[in-house]
């Protein structure tokens, strides 16, 4: 029977300058979907939670930089066929100078443990090698990697881009132009009238905007059909075939809510993650993404984001 298993991971970092306030909930809220709505099992053979609670100091479950990289090793290991495996990350994330020049902006996207300032970032190029590279293509991980700078927070190699204004991919507004279009054409069937007439004008109208604004749209490079765009680092890791899905928070060049929502503290895209699958627990991860996306805008300015380990389709439901 495949097995599910999972790695939460949510820094406060209580006391310092740095502190958060909603990561902790971040990780629990997590784990209290991923039990009662994705059948994972609360185990902690099957799930290890990292917090920098009280509870934790001293022990392997305090997110120090080495205690989750030993965590990165478990959840990669030991996965077979069918799998299905979940990552999540809630804190800090920042950049550091690339140093291979694979980056257009140059700068690695980190996440930061939580002795961050005593032994270091962990930056995009070692969480690749730490979590991507030793996966079992045939295993499948989601990762939700709630912080700042996170879009190719693990330079997966395919990234679906938003366009310019962060709104649905260029195949779904061809599709809303061609519904507009064919819903001026049944609006007129049966007769006509200047009522009908107008409203048809209006369908029409805006079918024509939407067609002619294709050519302007854009997320930072080209796309296939999917929306697919490659990243810049796509070369050196395009050919491993993982089977890797990631929801990060925003793209690389902004920064992630840490908020209140009912009374709360929370990340914003792990809210919005979780709600968006509550209410609909069998969408595909685009329709998650667009979901998510027009969910936050009401309130954030941050984009989410979705990368993946291969050229796949992306209408796939999230596993």
Not at 73 to 97: C, E, I, M, P, T
Request: charged share 20%; aromatic share 8%.
């Amino acid at each position: 029977m495949p097995r599910k298993k999972a790695l939460l991971i949510g820094i406060n970092y209580f006391g310092t300058k740095h502190q958060l306030n909603g990561c902790i909930n971040d990780a629990m809220n997590l784990r209290e979907y991923l039990v009662q709505d994705h059948g994972f099992s609360a185990s902690q053979s099957d799930m290890v939670i990292l917090t920098d609670a009280p509870e934790n100091r001293g022990t392997p479950l305090e997110p120090t930089g080495a205690n989750m990289m030993a965590a990165f090793r478990w959840l990669v290991s030991g996965n077979n066929a069918g799998d299905s495996v979940f990552l999540s990350y809630s804190g800090h994330g920042a950049q550091v100078k690339d140093p291979d020049g694979d980056r257009e902006s140059g700068f690695d996207d980190t996440i930061c443990p939580l002795d961050f300032e005593s032994h270091g970032q962990i930056d995009s190029d070692t969480l690749h090698k730490a979590i991507v590279s030793p996966m079992n293509p045939r295993t499948r991980l989601t990762v939700l990697f709630d912080c700042c700078h996170s879009g190719s927070a693990i330079e997966l190699p395919f990234v679906y881009r938003p366009n310019s204004a962060g709104e649905v991919n260029l195949v779904d507004n061809v599709k809303l132009g061609i519904s507009l279009a064919a819903s001026a054409f049944n609006l007129l069937q049966g007769g006509f009238s200047a009522t009908k007439i107008n409203d048809a004008k209006a369908l029409i109208g805006g079918a024509q905007s939407f067609f002619a604004s294709l050519h302007h749209q854009g997320g930072g490079g080209p796309t296939n059909e999917h929306g697919l765009g490659e990243e810049t680092f796509v070369e050196d890791w395009k050919n491993e075939g993982k089977d890797i899905w990631m929801f990060s928070g925003c793209a690389d060049n902004q920064t992630s809510a840490d908020t209140s929502i009912a009374g709360a503290a929370t990340g914003a895209m792990s809210y919005g993650f979780i709600k968006t699958m509550k209410e609909n627990p069998n969408q595909s991860y685009v329709e998650v993404l667009q979901n998510t996306r027009q969910l936050l805008a009401q309130q954030y300015q941050q984009i989410p984001q979705l990368s993946v380990g291969g050229e796949y389709d992306l209408s796939q439901r999230v596993a």
